[in-house]
């Protein structure tokens, strides 16, 4: 049907049905979680810690059983994102010109890749280092009794931040497509931007200094990654124009 004749009952029922079968999908694949892969995915997020001498336990009587849960849901999400991102997709793609379905048909991928990365980034080198650091600095005088709960809590509050910020040098590739952004502007805006990065560090990450600067500095060494990124989809043209601006700017 097309986009533009579809009136908006037509357009809320679509919207339910993406809904209804991106839900129930994701329910399935984590009830398949759970059944099938639910020792593995708990010995894969605890494994950080095997290298140290303690163990998890749990407080209430529940806590084990809804923290399982919680790890079967999150790779639930992971493992149904494809039917959720094609139901996204199927109602999105009426709306589009053929230009912009080409280029989210580009980022779609990149930006799984580089979720996916940013979290294996976090899990194998910046969590570990952060775990190490944290049990180290406690003492031996102290006796860690670690909740399972809420060290699966703080694992996934450490990873997932991880993929969204990996994001940034596909945005700034598609703001610099579309001309929002230039390598100049983001060049000019570097000073700004590492403030903004502890602040970011400091709101996303587990309320600790050392994930806040690891998290912060990992985000400017994207940034610079974006600039480079920037300089190599910006048209040559703009290029020397936004040249021309700088140098008048510093002749003022």
Same mark, same amino acid.
């Given at each position: 049907?097309?986009?533009?004749?579809?009136?908006?009952?037509? #357009?809320?029922?679509?919207?339910?049905?993406?809904?209804?079968?991106?839900?129930?999908?994701?329910?399935?694949?984590?009830?398949?979680?759970?059944?099938?892969?639910?020792?593995?995915?708990?010995?894969?997020? !605890?494994?950080?810690?095997?290298?140290?001498?303690?163990?998890?336990?749990?407080?209430?009587?529940?806590?084990?059983?809804?923290?399982?849960?919680?790890?079967?849901?999150?790779?639930?999400?992971?493992?149904?994102?494809?039917?959720?991102?094609?139901?996204?997709?199927?109602?999105?793609? %009426? +709306?589009? #010109?053929?230009?912009?379905?080409?280029?989210?048909?580009?980022?779609? %991928?990149?930006?799984?890749?580089?979720?996916?990365?940013?979290?294996?980034?976090?899990?194998?080198?910046?969590?570990?280092?952060?775990?190490?650091?944290?049990?180290?600095? +406690?003492?031996?005088?102290?006796?860690?009794?670690?909740?399972?709960?809420?060290?699966?809590?703080?694992?996934?509050?450490?990873?997932?931040?991880?993929? !969204? !910020?990996?994001?940034?040098?596909?945005?700034?590739?598609?703001?610099?497509?579309?001309?929002?952004?230039?390598?100049?502007?983001?060049?000019?805006?570097?000073?700004?931007?590492?403030?903004?990065?502890?602040? !970011?560090?400091?709101?996303?990450?587990?309320?600790?200094?050392?994930?806040?600067?690891?998290? +912060?500095?990992?985000?400017?060494?994207?940034?610079?990654?974006?600039?480079?990124?920037?300089?190599?989809?910006?048209?040559?043209?703009?290029?020397?124009?936004?040249?021309?601006?700088?140098?008048?700017?510093?002749?003022?």
């Amino acid at each position: 049907m097309d986009e533009k004749s579809m009136s908006i009952v037509e #357009h809320l029922g679509e919207f339910r049905r993406v809904l209804v079968i991106s839900f129930l999908s994701i329910v399935v694949a984590s009830f398949t979680s759970y059944f099938l892969w639910g020792e593995k995915l708990l010995d894969l997020a !605890i494994d950080p810690l095997k290298g140290y001498d303690l163990s998890l336990v749990f407080i209430t009587i529940p806590e084990a059983f809804v923290t399982r849960v919680k790890i079967s849901v999150v790779a639930g999400v992971v493992v149904a994102s494809p039917i959720v991102l094609w139901q996204i997709w199927s109602y999105i793609v %009426p +709306a589009l #010109h053929k230009n912009e379905r080409r280029t989210l048909l580009t980022l779609f %991928p990149a930006s799984l890749v580089l979720f996916a990365g940013g979290i294996m980034f976090a899990y194998f080198v910046v969590f570990r280092f952060a775990a190490n650091f944290l049990l180290l600095v +406690a003492g031996e005088d102290l006796t860690a009794m670690i909740s399972i709960s809420r060290y699966i809590s703080f694992l996934l509050a450490f990873l997932l931040p991880f993929g !969204i !910020i990996f994001q940034l040098p596909l945005v700034v590739l598609f703001l610099t497509k579309v001309g929002v952004l230039s390598p100049a502007a983001l060049i000019k805006h570097r000073k700004m931007v590492i403030v903004a990065s502890f602040v !970011i560090g400091a709101i996303l990450s587990p309320p600790d200094v050392i994930s806040q600067i690891l998290m +912060a500095t990992v985000l400017l060494g994207l940034y610079e990654i974006s600039i480079l990124v920037s300089r190599l989809v910006k048209p040559k043209k703009v290029d020397y124009e936004d040249d021309l601006k700088d140098k008048d700017q510093v002749d003022e």
